[in-house]
T-cell receptor, first 111, second 112 residues
Framework: KNQVEQSPQSLIILEGKNCTLQCNYTVSPFSNLRWYKQDTGRGPVSLTIMTFSENTKSNGRYTATLDADTKQSSLHITASQLSDSASYICVVNTGFQKLVFGTGTRLLVSP | SQTIHQWPATLVQPVGSPLSLECTVEGTSNPNLYWYRQAAGRGLQLLFYSVGIGQISSEVPQNLSASRPQDRQFILSSKKLLLSDSGFYLC???????????FGDGTRLSIL
C-alpha cells in the first residue's frame, strides 16, 4: 500500500534555531517528492521538488534531502523565523496523476 | 503563474442541504484540476480529478460529485450533505511535466 509517513507529528522550536523534519515513504512507482508548506487556513505551497537522482536541494533557508535507497527524505530549516510556523507536508508523485500525501508535521516557532 | 480562486472561504450548512463549491483558475490553460478533502490530522484525500472539460475521474465512492463545465472551472457538488462531509476542501491545478500542483486557499465546510 502506498504510504507516506512524517515525523514528528508536531514540533516547537525557538526562533533562530534549526530543525529537521522527516518523511519515510513506501510508494511505487516513484516519480518525484515534494515538500509543501501549508499556513493555517491556506492551501499548500510547494517548497522543493526532488527527483530520483537528486540528493540535496536548497530553497533559501530550506534544504531537502532524498535517499531513494532507504526511501527517506528530510526537510531542514535553518535559522527559523516566526513565519516558518506552519504544517509541512511531504508528497510523493507516482507519475500517474496520483500523489500520495503525508499527514504533515505541524511546526511552531516560538519567540 | 497560476492563481486558484475558491469560494466561499467558509460555509456552514445543515444536514440534507445541497452544496456547490466553485473553483476557477487563472494563468494557465488546459490544466489538470483536482478536488481534495483535508480532515484534521489527516493527509489530503483526492476526491476527483479532471484532465479536460467534461472529463471527471472519481477516486473514492462518496456523497459528492464534480463537474468541469469550462476549461478553468471546477465545481464540487452534493444533493444532500451528510455530517461526514465536513472538512477543508481544496482545489488544485497542475500543468504539464514536473510542475507542482497549485492550491487554492480552500473552503472550510461545517455540517450541522
Amino acid at each position: 500500500k502506498n504510504q507516506v509517513e512524517q515525523s514528528p507529528q508536531s514540533l516547537i522550536i525557538l526562533e533562530g534555531k534549526n530543525c529537521t523534519l522527516q518523511c519515510n515513504y513506501t510508494v511505487s512507482p516513484f516519480s518525484n517528492l515534494r515538500w509543501y508548506k501549508q499556513d493555517t487556513g491556506r492551501g499548500p505551497v510547494s517548497l522543493t521538488i526532488m527527483t530520483f537522482s537528486e540528493n540535496t536541494k536548497s530553497n533559501g533557508r530550506y534544504t531537502a534531502t532524498l535517499d531513494a535507497d532507504t526511501k527517506q527524505s528530510s526537510l531542514h530549516i535553518t535559522a527559523s523565523q516566526l513565519s516558518d510556523s506552519a504544517s509541512y507536508i511531504c508528497v510523493v508523485n507516482t507519475g500517474f496523476q496520483k500523489l500520495v500525501f503525508g499527514t504533515g508535521t505541524r511546526l511552531l516557532v516560538s519567540p | 503563474s497560476q492563481t486558484i480562486h475558491q469560494w466561499p472561504a467558509t460555509l456552514v450548512q445543515p444536514v440534507g442541504s445541497p452544496l456547490s463549491l466553485e473553483c476557477t483558475v487563472e494563468g494557465t490553460s488546459n490544466p489538470n484540476l483536482y478536488w481534495y478533502r483535508q480532515a484534521a490530522g489527516r493527509g489530503l484525500q483526492l476526491l476527483f480529478y479532471s484532465v479536460g472539460i467534461g472529463q471527471i475521474s472519481s477516486e473514492v465512492p462518496q456523497n459528492l460529485s464534480a463537474s468541469r463545465p469550462q476549461d478553468r472551472q471546477f465545481i464540487l457538488s452534493s444533493k444532500k450533505l451528510l455530517l461526514s462531509d465536513s472538512g477543508f476542501y481544496l482545489c488544485a491545478s497542475k500543468g504539464t511535466g514536473d510542475q507542482p500542483q497549485h492550491f487554492g486557499d480552500g473552503t472550510r465546510l461545517s455540517i450541522l
